[in-house]
Every structure is written in C-alpha cells, then in structure tokens.
C-alpha cells in the first residue's frame, strides 16, 4: 500500500482526538443556519411550513454530521484539509442566506450549493485516502456515488414548482439517510465492510456534544433578543424567565448523564462505526430539531403570551421538549439497554399539557412546559445518585 497522504489522516494523538478550533468555527455556521430556519418557521408557522422546515433540518443536519465524519477521520491541522473546511464554511454561509427562500425563488441555488458541498467534500475524502487505505478509500467511492445519486433529485427538485420540489427532495433525503443503513451498496461494488472506518468515539462525542451546546447557547441569545422587543409587562418577563430555565434544564438532562456515558460507549465498544451512526448521526437528530422547536416555541410565547393557545403555538412550544427528550431516550437507551423512565414520564406529561391548550394562554402553557423539564432533570438526577436503585 502506497502512502500518498498519510500526514493527512488522523492519529490517535491527544491533540488530534479533540475538536479542533477550526471545527468550532465551522459549526458557528452552521448554528447560524439553524438560526435562520428557527426564524423563518416563527414568522410563518403553517402544516406546510413545518414540514418544509422539517426537510431542511434533514438536509443541514446532513451536511454537518457528515462533514463531522470525514474531520473525525482527516487531521484538522493539515493545511489542505483546513482549506477544505473552510471551504465548506463558504459553502455553510452561502446555505444559510438561501435557505428562507429555499421552497422559492432560491431552491435552485439552495440544492446546487448543498449537492457541491456534499459531493465535493466525499471526493476530497476519498482523494485523501487513495493509496493510503484501500477499504477506506472503496467506502468513499460508494459513498461519492449515493451522493451523486442523491443530487440528481435535489438539483431536478430545485427546477421544479413547489409540490414537485417537495417530493424529489424528500426522494433525496431519504436516498442520503439510507445509505449509511445499507452500508452504501452499490451494484458491482457490493456494501462497505462494516468498522471499515477508524472512527474515534471521543472525538465524535465531542463534536456532538459541541454542536449542542452552540444550539442552546443561541436559543438563549435569541430568546434574550426576543424578549427586548417584547418587554412591556411583568408577563414577559416571568416567560423569558421560564424560557432561561427551560434551556438550562434541557442542558442538564443531555450533559448530566447522557454525553458521558455516550462518549465512553462510542470509545470502548468493539463496533465503533456502527455504534457511531446509532448515537451520533440518527440519535442526536432528534435533539437538535427539538431544540430548534423550542426555540420557535419560545419565540410564541414572548411575542404572543396573553394570547389564548392553539394547536399551531403548542406544536412548537410542547413539540420541542417532547422531540428533544425522545432523542435523548434513544441515545441513553443505545448506552445503556435501559429506558429511562423519567423521560418517557416527561413526554407523557407534555402529551397531557395539550389538554390545557384550547383553555389556557400561550404563557401558562410554556411555563407548564418548563416545569415538566425540571421534573424530569430532578427526577433523574434523583433516581442515577450514588447508592440509589431507583429507575432512572
């Protein structure tokens, strides 16, 4: 096996185990995106605006978990793997700005800059590995032809009216989730060898863990943002209050015990890749898009607060917590076997919140939201002490 690239793959070095300050800037962009779509879904929240929302979060989501892939596998400190991630950083921006428009006037340019992104950064990756690891090397070739794939429908979807954009993209996105699942088979080529990647479980924990805290770490700022447009009465403030602490207590419930003992899981097991995908790229979706919910629910609550509640506010504001502690259910189930009882417990609770919806104004329904996001931080924080055989 011939070495072309060797200095570009990473090491099991210290320094290059950890999240690096150019992945940190490269996910500054992408928070950015996810910023905008919270904001475009607060100001034309709709059945139809949350499902063309939905498929953007897929879409963004996909772009960065894959990209975290190939920076758990390159070494960040190479200078032609930096300039191909800020290259993807251009590329992130340039998402971000078309993505309002992207079921418009934009979605020609939107799915022409996330195909280039995808595509091109698949054949860096496995230009970087020829000669250095063949199986590695296959494994992306397959991968570069599922994006190729996959792109056919978003460029076909973005010259398209509305209805048919919304189902090519759907067909691509479901071509680009598949194809880890499948072990991107391709015809003639057959299905990569499972484990063929040397993926670092530390490293994508990490990553993840990041990622999160960046998100709730914009939900405060925006939420900060929102409230001084609104701040008029002692209503807002005790929202902007709940909606402080409703960020603080969804940071709990993910770092408290989950982000740890993932970490440990994704590091020690003897199936990393596999185990990878099932933690990292599916689980953590559902955290994030809860996150980007509670974010809009949020920004009902401040703008809206006296107002009575309905189905379309309490989507956002009971949505987001519910889909936030179903994706951390997954994770610490794939951790540890075992349900955690106060989650499921939580979103039983925020099930029976939507009773109180036709009754009750919108800040009464996220302060009781809140308050079951502390029950279930305390509750298991409770159950998981030393010494304790309480469920958590």
Known sequence: MSARHPHWIRTEEPDQTSASFPELFFDLVFVFALVQLSHTLAEEFSSAAAFESALLVLAIWWVWINTTWVTNLLHTGREPVRLMLFGMMFGGVLLALALPEAF?????????IYCAMQTGRSLFTLYAFRGVDDAAFMTFVRITIWSLASAAFWIVG??????????????????????????????????????????????????????????LGETILTTGRNAAEHMNSNTTFAVFCSAFLSTGFMWWIYFHHGQEKAA?????????????????????????????????????????????????????????????????????????????????????????????????????????????????????????????????
Request: proline fraction near 5%; charge should be negative; aromatic fraction near 8%.
């Open 104 to 112: 418009a006037e934009h979605g020609l340019m939107f799915a022409l």
């Open 264 to 392: 440990d899981k994704a590091e020690t097991t003897s199936r990393p890749e596999s185990v990878a995908h099932n933690l990292f790229t599916y689980g953590h979706l559902p955290i994030i898009a809860g996150i980007i919910l509670t974010a809009v629910g949020e920004d009902f609550s401040l703008s809206h607060a006296r107002e009575e509640s309905s189905l379309k506010y309490a989507i956002a504001m009971i949505g987001g917590p519910v889909l936030f502690l179903a994706g951390n259910i997954w994770v610490k189930m794939a951790v540890a076997r075992q349900i955690p009882v106060s989650h499921l417990a939580g979103i039983a609770m925020l099930l029976i919140l939507t009773a109180l919806v036709p009754f009750s104004p919108n800040y009464i329904i996220q302060l009781a939201a809140t308050g079951i996001l502390f029950i279930v931080a305390v509750w298991e924080y409770w159950a998981l002490r030393p010494g304790r055989g309480a469920t958590a």
């Open 158 to 215: 973005g010259m398209m009216e509305l209805e048919g954009r919304i189902l090519c993209w759907s067909v691509a996105l479901a071509i680009d989730y598949a194809s880890p699942a499948v072990h991107y088979a391709v015809p003639g080529l057959g299905r990569s060898s499972p484990e063929t990647l040397d993926v670092s479980g530390e490293h994508m924990a990490e990553r993840c863990a990041l990622f999160v805290i960046i998100c």
